[in-house]
């Protein structure tokens, strides 16, 4: 008996063997995420590939885990073909990554095609996104200064 449990711990500690070792920064996994999911707008494909099963999704209107993400926003990309998004930047702090994008309705009202600033934050591991925080502000018709907010 005793054999046997220390056999299962040795198995469970040691690293799978079929496991890859990433070779890309998290700004990397990121910003291929980013591009497959916000440009191409191949929702499934890039949360399948790019994004942990057990995602944590920290925004209050969304539920969490990687299949819920998905379903919400494969209806949402579909509902919406004149959307259009433009990454404007992507820092990093270690496994920690920001996108700071610009959100908006083609063929919307003026306040949807002013749009929204949008700011992404991820946690990655390995080659996948783990958890997600996002803070989102319209843009104003007018604005204080003359700086923009991108």
């Known amino acids: 008996m005793r054999r046997a449990l220390i056999a299962a ?39 399948e590939k790019w994004v942990d099963p057990g995602y944590v999704q920290h925004n209050p209107h969304a539920q969490t885990g990687r299949e819920a993400a998905i379903g919400f926003l494969e209806k949402f990309v579909e509902g919406n073909p ?15 990554v920001a996108a700071h994008s610009h959100g908006w309705q083609e ?29 989102i502000q319209p843009v104003p018709e007018t604005s204080a200064n003359t700086n923009t907010m991108f």
Not at 109 to 131: I, L
Request: hydrophobic residues 40%; charged residues 30%.
């Open 9 to 47: 711990i040795a198995l469970l500690a040691a690293p799978a063997a079929h496991a890859e070792t990433c070779k890309l920064t998290p700004k990397q996994v990121v910003t291929e995420f980013l591009h497959e999911f916000y440009i191409e707008k191949k929702v499934r494909s890039s949360f």
């Open 82 to 96: 004149g959307q259009r998004t433009e990454i404007r930047r992507i820092m990093a702090d270690g496994n920690l």
């Open 107 to 135: 063929d919307g009202t003026p306040e949807q095609k002013r749009g929204y600033a949008v700011v992404d934050m991820f946690r990655v591991e390995g080659c996948k996104v783990m958890e997600h925080w996002d803070v």
